[in-house]
């Protein structure tokens, strides 16, 4: 596989600083702020008090600052949240708009690339690099992947060029394949408190900590998480069909819809595609022990097959 350059600068960056900016954001958010470095970041999300998910960020330290990087205008919206309780903090908020150029950089030789450029190389999924104020972060998925945040305050015209002289140009589908092989749902302003953290697998796939303190609606979220096995969960599933929109439901062999729906798909080859749909656990473990089939309402004839996650399930 080819290394390839993709452009990701359609985020919202929140910029927290202050010397209260992690006790603050502790009891906010999901993560462990406390475990935030300048060389680890973390995935984290923002819950409402009846524990569904406003937005989901990943977190990294920069200039002494906490900068949480989200979906386009979830920024603003959980900023405007935020702002009625920092006023009790030594801390301030900002959005952030142009500071960064943010690239993805995905394939097989994507590791001795960014060595190549940079010296050293992230080693473990979230792990930072800071190279003279750009940062490389190592990201899950089936080939290797990092998120390069280009300083725009410095001149680094040429590393970018050297970077697109050396890769393919890529484009949104491939980051969200990406994604999709990785288990990873992101919130926007259409689903923002529509899902709870379970529905989209973040209380098993490191989003949700569950050994630190409080934060807004902590108690629901680990009920959910204790008292048992969810009945819903995020499956990825392949599928071969003509077309493919998220307004397609989910079928079992008696024609009853199964789940919430399909979140993301992607085309990985002609007429097959990958995608991270909601479906009754039950109904998912038995297409994948071929007790029952799941087929979209569309296309009574297609057949989703149940497809690992890279994460533990439950």
């Known amino acids: 596989m080819h290394n390839t350059l993709i452009e990701l600068n359609d985020f919202d960056l929140l910029t927290v600083s202050g010397s209260d900016r992690i006790p603050f954001l502790q009891g906010q958010v999901s993560c462990d702020m406390q475990a935030l470095t300048p060389t680890r970041s973390l995935v984290g999300a923002y819950c409402n008090l009846q524990g569904r998910v406003i937005a989901d960020f990943r977190v ?34 900002t959005l952030d708009a142009g500071r960064f150029e943010r690239l993805g950089l995905v394939g097989d030789e994507a590791g001795p690339l960014v060595k190549s450029l940079y010296n050293e190389v992230p080693g473990a999924e979230g792990d930072v690099l800071n190279s003279d104020g750009d940062l490389i972060i190592r990201l899950p998925g089936a080939v290797p992947r990092f998120e390069l945040w280009i300083d725009s305050n410095a001149n680094r015209s040429g590393q970018i060029e050297a970077l697109r002289h050396d890769t393919l140009a890529g484009n949104s589908d491939d980051w969200l394949r990406q994604d999709i092989a990785a288990g990873i749902v992101h919130v926007d302003m259409q689903r923002s408190e529509q899902f709870t953290p379970q ?95 799941l087929a979209l309402s569309t296309d009574p004839r297609s057949h989703l097959e149940i497809l690992p996650l890279p994460y533990r399930e439950s």
């Open 60 to 93: 990294f330290a920069h200039d002494d600052c906490c900068r949480l990087v989200f979906s386009p205008g979830m920024g603003s919206v959980v900023k405007k949240l935020l702002d009625k309780y920092i006023v009790f903090s030594k801390a301030e908020m």
């Open 199 to 293: 529905l989209l697998n973040y209380d098993i796939a490191g989003v949700i900590n569950f050994k630190k303190g409080c934060y807004t609606g902590q108690e629901i979220v680990a009920r959910m998480f204790y008292r048992g096995k969810a009945k819903k969960r995020l499956f990825r599933s392949r599928v071969e069909t003509t077309t493919l929109s998220k307004e397609v439901t989910v079928v079992d062999a008696r024609d009853r819809e199964t789940g919430e729906g399909i979140l993301e798909f992607c085309a990985v080859a002609d007429g097959v595609f990958e995608l991270l749909v909601i479906l009754p656990t039950e109904a998912a473990n038995d297409a994948r022990s071929n007790k029952s089939a």
